[in-house]
C-alpha cells in the first residue's frame, strides 16, 4: 500500500491517516470526529485508485501474482477507514455522523464503481479467467480468480460504456437511497416511547421486564424511577409477552408495524418503491428478466424456483399448524376473559400463557438463569470446547462506547488468534436487530493480519440484565458469525471469514446456535443471578419440551416476509410499484393470517433496502437452516455435541475455510453427502422427527 504522505497538512491533522497505533491495531476512536472522514476518504480513494492504476498499467503481461494478488493487497487504507466508518454510522451514530454519510454514500458508491470497472484492470483479469485452466493454480489460487471475475462482471465491467455509465448512476443513487432509508428507519425507533405510568400499566409484567423498562426510561431522561418501553426488540417482544394491558400491547404493536410508513419526511414507502425500480433497470442492464434473477446468480440456489419450493415446503404446513396451535390459543383467551378472535398483539401473550399451562413453563421462571454474562461465558465455552479456542478480557481501552468490552482470542497454544469485541445493549445511536461485523479482515499475505471482530445486540440494558431464551439463541447465532471471521485461515482477504455467498452465511451463526441448547453447557453457566445455583433439570426438561410449541407461528411469521421479497424482486423491468399496495396484495395471495402478522413490513425491511446483500435474499436463513440442522445431527449421529474428530471436519470445512471452495462442496467434505430437507422441517415441528436434545 502506497501510504499517504505524512508531511501532508491534511494528513498531519487527521487520525484516520495516520499510523493507528493503538492495542492491536485497533482504530483511533477517541480521536476521530466525523469531519475527519470526509478528508481521509479523500486521499485514501486515491491512494487506492492509484494501486487500480498501477496495477492496470503494468507492461508486463498479466500473471495471477501481478493482478489478482496485487489487487487483494490494494486499497488497505481505504478498507480501514471504510469498515470504521460503516461500523460507527450503525453502533454509535450523531446528527453529525449521519449528515457525513448521506453526503458521502454517493462517492464512496463512484470510488466502488471505478475499482469494479476499471477497464484496464479487468482485461488482465478477464485475460487469466480465460486461461485459468493452464495457470497450474493451486485451490484457493483459482477460487480468488473466479470470485474475482464474477465480482467484476456482476459489478458491470462486461457492459458497453453506455450501460456501464447508467450502472454508475445507478449504484450511487442506490446507495444514497439506502442510506436514507436506514437513517429514517433509524429516526422512527428513536422518536418512539411509551410511557407507563402506575402498577396498572406494569400489570403482568417481571421484575427483570420492569427493570429493562426503568432503564429505557433512563437512557430516554425520564426521572429516576419511571419506566418505559421503546421499539427495542429485546423489550418491545418481552412487554408484548407478558403485559396485561391488552390497550397498551396494541399500541407498541401498531408502532412496531407502522416503522418506516408513519408519513413525513421518515416515511419509507418511496424510497422503498425507487430502490425496487432502479433494481429492476440494474438486472436489465445485465440481461436478467428481474432483479431476482440477478441477485441468484451468485447464490447456492439455482434460481427463484428452488428458492420458491423451500419456502412453500414450510409455508401451507406452518400455517396448518398454527391453525391448531390458535384454537388453542383462542381457548386461553375465553379463559382469561380476552376478546375472541384474538388479535395480532394477542398472540405472543396468549401463547405464553398456553405455554405455562401445557409445559408448565414460564419465560419469567428461566430468565433469572440467563444473566448476560453467564452466556457470554458459556458461548466461549462452547467455543474452547469446539474448537479450542480462549478469551481473555482486557481492560482500559479507548473503544467507541463505554459499554462496548473486548477479548482477546487465544488458540489452543496459547497464540493470540484475533480480537472479539461485543456491543450487547440497545441505544438510541444504535440501530435495531442484532449482528456482526469487522474491524479488520484475516488475511494470511504479507505475514498475515489478524481479525478483529464486533458482534452487535440489543439488549435492553438492566442491572443484571436477563435474557430470554431468544435472546440467548441471538447472542449464540451473532457469536456463530463471529467466529466464522474468527477462525478463518485464508491467504487472501476476498476470500476470508464470512464472504462467502449469502445463503450460505448463515449456516456458521443457525449452526451454533445449537450449543444454547446443549445441557452440559446450560448447566454449568445457566445459573440463576441471585443465588449462583445451577438450572434445574426439569426446568431444562420443561423447555426441551416446549421448544417447538408456537414454531408455526415463527415459521409464518418469517416466511410471508421471505415470499413477499421474492414476489417483489421477481417483478420484470419497467413494473411500477406502489409498496403499500403490492405488500397488501401479496398478504392476500398468500393468505397470511392477520392475528399472525409479519416479521417485518417493506417500509422497515431493513435487510431488504438498507442494502443490497439480503435483497431477494431474505430466504437464506431457512437455506442455510436446511444446512445447520442437517450438520448438527452429525455431532448427534456421533453420540457427542463436542465429538472432536466432528468438529475438527467443521472447523476446516466451514468455520476457517472462508470461501476458498464452493459452499455446496464444503458442506460435502464435511457432512459425506449433501444436504436434506427433512431435519429442518422436524426441527420447526413441521413434519414427525426432531426429538429430545436430552
Same mark, same amino acid.
Given at each position: 500500500?502506497?501510504?499517504?504522505?505524512?508531511?501532508?497538512?491534511?494528513?498531519?491533522?487527521?487520525?484516520?491517516?495516520?499510523?493507528?497505533?493503538?492495542?492491536?491495531?485497533?482504530?483511533?476512536?477517541?480521536?476521530?470526529?466525523?469531519?475527519?472522514?470526509?478528508?481521509?476518504?479523500?486521499?485514501?480513494?486515491? *491512494?487506492?485508485?492509484? #494501486? $487500480?492504476?498501477?496495477?492496470? /498499467?503494468?507492461?508486463?503481461?498479466?500473471?495471477?501474482? =501481478?493482478? &489478482? +494478488?496485487a489487487?487483494?493487497?490494494?486499497?488497505?487504507?481505504?478498507?480501514?477507514?471504510?469498515?470504521?466508518?460503516?461500523?460507527?454510522?450503525?453502533?454509535?451514530?450523531?446528527p453529525?455522523?449521519?449528515?457525513?454519510?448521506?453526503?458521502?454514500?454517493?462517492?464512496?458508491?463512484?470510488?466502488?464503481?471505478?475499482?469494479?470497472?476499471?477497464?484496464?484492470l479487468?482485461?488482465?483479469?478477464?485475460?487469466?479467467?480465460?486461461?485459468?485452466?493452464?495457470?497450474?493454480?493451486?485451490?484457493?489460487?483459482?477460487?480468488l480468480?473466479?470470485?474475482?471475475?464474477?465480482d467484476?462482471?456482476?459489478?458491470?465491467?462486461?457492459?458497453?460504456?453506455?450501460a456501464? *455509465?447508467?450502472?454508475? #448512476? $445507478?449504484?450511487?443513487?442506490? /446507495?444514497?437511497?439506502s442510506?436514507?432509508?436506514?437513517? =429514517?428507519? &433509524? +429516526?422512527?425507533?428513536?422518536?418512539?416511547?411509551?410511557?407507563?405510568?402506575?402498577?396498572?400499566?406494569?400489570?403482568?409484567?417481571?421484575?427483570?421486564?420492569?427493570?429493562?423498562?426503568?432503564?429505557?426510561?433512563?437512557?430516554?431522561?425520564?426521572?429516576?424511577?419511571?419506566?418505559?418501553?421503546?421499539?427495542?426488540?429485546?423489550?418491545?417482544?418481552?412487554?408484548?409477552?407478558?403485559?396485561?394491558?391488552?390497550d397498551?400491547?396494541?399500541?407498541?404493536?401498531?408502532?412496531?408495524?407502522?416503522?418506516?410508513?408513519?408519513?413525513?419526511k421518515h416515511?419509507?414507502?418511496?424510497?422503498?418503491?425507487?430502490?425496487?425500480?432502479?433494481?429492476?433497470?440494474? *438486472?436489465?442492464?445485465?440481461?436478467?428478466?428481474?432483479?431476482?434473477?440477478?441477485?441468484?446468480?451468485?447464490?447456492?440456489?439455482?434460481?427463484? +424456483?428452488?428458492?420458491?419450493?423451500?419456502?412453500?415446503?414450510?409455508w401451507?404446513?406452518?400455517?396448518?399448524?398454527?391453525?391448531?396451535?390458535?384454537?388453542?390459543?383462542?381457548?386461553?383467551?375465553?379463559?382469561?376473559?380476552?376478546?375472541?378472535?384474538?388479535?395480532?398483539?394477542?398472540?405472543?401473550?396468549?401463547?405464553?400463557?398456553?405455554?405455562?399451562?401445557?409445559?408448565?413453563?414460564?419465560?419469567?421462571?428461566?430468565?433469572?438463569?440467563?444473566?448476560?454474562?453467564?452466556m457470554?461465558?458459556?458461548?466461549?465455552?462452547?467455543?474452547?470446547?469446539?474448537?479450542?479456542?480462549?478469551?481473555?478480557?482486557?481492560?482500559?481501552?479507548?473503544?467507541?462506547?463505554?459499554?462496548?468490552?473486548?477479548?482477546?482470542?487465544r488458540?489452543?497454544?496459547g497464540?493470540?488468534?484475533?480480537?472479539?469485541?461485543?456491543?450487547?445493549?440497545?441505544?438510541?445511536?444504535?440501530?435495531?436487530?442484532?449482528?456482526?461485523?469487522?474491524?479488520?479482515?484475516?488475511?494470511?499475505?504479507?505475514?498475515?493480519?489478524?481479525?478483529?471482530?464486533?458482534?452487535?445486540?440489543?439488549?435492553?440494558?438492566?442491572?443484571?440484565?436477563?435474557?430470554?431464551?431468544?435472546?440467548?439463541?441471538?447472542?449464540?447465532?451473532?457469536?456463530?458469525?463471529?467466529?466464522?471471521?474468527?477462525?478463518?485461515?485464508?491467504?487472501?482477504?476476498?476470500?476470508?471469514?464470512?464472504?462467502?455467498?449469502?445463503?450460505?452465511?448463515?449456516?456458521?451463526?443457525?449452526?451454533f446456535?445449537?450449543?444454547?441448547?446443549?445441557?452440559?453447557?446450560?448447566?454449568?453457566?445457566?445459573?440463576?443471578?441471585?443465588?449462583?445455583?445451577?438450572?434445574?433439570?426439569?426446568?431444562?426438561?420443561k423447555?426441551?419440551?416446549?421448544?417447538?410449541?408456537?414454531?408455526?407461528?415463527?415459521?409464518?411469521?418469517?416466511?410471508?416476509?421471505?415470499?413477499?421479497?421474492?414476489?417483489?424482486?421477481?417483478?420484470?423491468?419497467?413494473?411500477?410499484?406502489?409498496?403499500?399496495?403490492?405488500?397488501?396484495?401479496?398478504?392476500?395471495?398468500?393468505?397470511?393470517?392477520?392475528?399472525?402478522?409479519?416479521?417485518?413490513?417493506?417500509?422497515?425491511?431493513?435487510?431488504?433496502?438498507?442494502?443490497?446483500?439480503?435483497?431477494?435474499?431474505?430466504?437464506?436463513?431457512?437455506?442455510?437452516?436446511?444446512?445447520?440442522?442437517?450438520?448438527?445431527?452429525?455431532?448427534?449421529?456421533?453420540?457427542?455435541?463436542?465429538?472432536?474428530?466432528?468438529?475438527?471436519?467443521?472447523?476446516?470445512?466451514?468455520?476457517?475455510?472462508?470461501?476458498?471452495?464452493?459452499?455446496?462442496?464444503?458442506?460435502?467434505?464435511?457432512?459425506?453427502?449433501?444436504?436434506v430437507?427433512?431435519?429442518?422441517?422436524?426441527?420447526r415441528?413441521?413434519?414427525?422427527?426432531?426429538?429430545?436434545?436430552?
Amino acid at each position: 500500500m502506497k501510504n499517504p504522505d505524512p508531511h501532508s497538512p491534511a494528513v498531519a491533522a487527521n487520525p484516520l491517516l495516520q499510523d493507528w497505533t493503538a492495542p492491536y491495531g485497533l482504530p483511533p476512536f477517541s480521536q476521530v470526529r466525523p469531519e475527519h472522514f470526509a478528508p481521509a476518504f479523500e486521499v485514501a480513494m486515491k *491512494a487506492h485508485l492509484a #494501486e $487500480i492504476e498501477a496495477i492496470a /498499467a503494468n507492461p508486463q503481461p498479466p500473471t495471477f501474482d =501481478n493482478t &489478482l +494478488a496485487a489487487l487483494d493487497r490494494s486499497g488497505r487504507l481505504f478498507t480501514r477507514i471504510e469498515l470504521l466508518f460503516s461500523n460507527l454510522t450503525v453502533s454509535e451514530t450523531n446528527p453529525p455522523l449521519q449528515a457525513v454519510q448521506r453526503e458521502l454514500a454517493g462517492p464512496l458508491a463512484a470510488h466502488e464503481n471505478a475499482v469494479s470497472m476499471h477497464q484496464g484492470l479487468f482485461a488482465r483479469i478477464d485475460q487469466l479467467h480465460a486461461q485459468r485452466d493452464t495457470l497450474g493454480l493451486d485451490e484457493e489460487s483459482l477460487r480468488l480468480l473466479e470470485r474475482i471475475h464474477l465480482d467484476f462482471v456482476l459489478a458491470g465491467a462486461k457492459l458497453a460504456p453506455a450501460a456501464r *455509465a447508467r450502472y454508475s #448512476e $445507478i449504484t450511487e443513487q442506490l /446507495a444514497e437511497l439506502s442510506t436514507q432509508f436506514s437513517q =429514517n428507519l &433509524l +429516526a422512527d425507533e428513536a422518536d418512539w416511547l411509551l410511557e407507563l405510568h402506575g402498577e396498572a400499566d406494569l400489570a403482568g409484567l417481571p421484575e427483570s421486564v420492569r427493570a429493562a423498562a426503568r432503564g429505557a426510561a433512563q437512557q430516554r431522561g425520564l426521572p429516576a424511577g419511571a419506566h418505559a418501553v421503546t421499539l427495542s426488540p429485546s423489550l418491545a417482544e418481552p412487554f408484548l409477552t407478558f403485559s396485561a394491558r391488552r390497550d397498551l400491547r396494541e399500541q407498541v404493536w401498531r408502532a412496531r408495524v407502522q416503522r418506516g410508513a408513519n408519513g413525513g419526511k421518515h416515511d419509507n414507502r418511496t424510497i422503498a418503491a425507487r430502490i425496487i425500480e432502479l433494481r429492476q433497470e440494474q *438486472a436489465a442492464l445485465h440481461g436478467h428478466a428481474s432483479y431476482a434473477d440477478y441477485a441468484l446468480a451468485d447464490r447456492m440456489a439455482s434460481g427463484t +424456483a428452488a428458492v420458491q419450493d423451500l419456502l412453500r415446503q414450510a409455508w401451507e404446513p406452518a400455517k396448518q399448524k398454527a391453525a391448531e396451535d390458535r384454537v388453542l390459543l383462542t381457548q386461553m383467551a375465553t379463559q382469561l376473559g380476552e376478546p375472541t378472535p384474538i388479535a395480532a398483539w394477542d398472540w405472543r401473550y396468549l401463547a405464553e400463557k398456553v405455554r405455562q399451562q401445557k409445559f408448565d413453563l414460564q419465560e419469567a421462571e428461566l430468565k433469572p438463569y440467563f444473566a448476560l454474562d453467564n452466556m457470554i461465558a458459556a458461548m466461549f465455552d462452547a467455543a474452547g470446547r469446539l474448537f479450542g479456542l480462549r478469551f481473555v478480557e482486557q481492560h482500559g481501552l479507548a473503544l467507541y462506547h463505554p459499554d462496548v468490552r473486548l477479548w482477546e482470542v487465544r488458540d489452543r497454544a496459547g497464540k493470540l488468534a484475533g480480537i472479539f469485541l461485543g456491543d450487547n445493549f440497545a441505544r438510541p445511536s444504535k440501530r435495531s436487530g442484532a449482528w456482526m461485523s469487522i474491524f479488520r479482515s484475516q488475511s494470511g499475505l504479507d505475514g498475515g493480519t489478524l481479525p478483529i471482530v464486533i458482534n452487535n445486540n440489543n439488549f435492553a440494558k438492566a442491572s443484571p440484565t436477563l435474557l430470554s431464551f431468544d435472546d440467548v439463541r441471538t447472542l449464540f447465532h451473532e457469536f456463530g458469525h463471529g467466529l466464522h471471521g474468527l477462525l478463518s485461515q485464508v491467504k487472501y482477504e476476498r476470500l476470508a471469514g464470512t464472504r462467502v455467498l449469502r445463503d450460505f452465511v448463515e449456516l456458521p451463526s443457525q449452526l451454533f446456535e445449537n450449543w444454547a441448547l446443549e445441557p452440559q453447557i446450560l448447566e454449568r453457566h445457566a445459573r440463576h443471578h441471585e443465588t449462583g445455583a445451577p438450572i434445574p433439570k426439569a426446568l431444562l426438561d420443561k423447555l426441551d419440551a416446549a421448544r417447538r410449541f408456537d414454531q408455526a407461528w415463527a415459521t409464518v411469521q418469517y416466511t410471508g416476509p421471505a415470499l413477499i421479497d421474492m414476489a417483489l424482486h421477481s417483478l420484470p423491468h419497467g413494473t411500477p410499484i406502489d409498496i403499500a399496495q403490492f405488500e397488501a396484495q401479496q398478504i392476500a395471495a398468500l393468505g397470511i393470517p392477520e392475528d399472525i402478522g409479519q416479521r417485518h413490513h417493506l417500509p422497515h425491511f431493513q435487510h431488504l433496502f438498507s442494502g443490497s446483500s439480503y435483497a431477494a435474499g431474505y430466504y437464506v436463513y431457512m437455506w442455510a437452516e436446511v444446512l445447520e440442522a442437517d450438520a448438527f445431527n452429525a455431532f448427534t449421529e456421533a453420540g457427542d455435541p463436542f465429538h472432536p474428530e466432528t468438529a475438527q471436519r467443521l472447523l476446516s470445512n466451514v468455520y476457517s475455510a472462508g470461501s476458498t471452495r464452493a459452499p455446496a462442496q464444503a458442506f460435502r467434505s464435511f457432512r459425506g453427502r449433501d444436504p436434506v430437507v427433512e431435519p429442518m422441517l422436524a426441527k420447526r415441528g413441521l413434519i414427525a422427527g426432531g426429538g429430545s436434545r436430552r
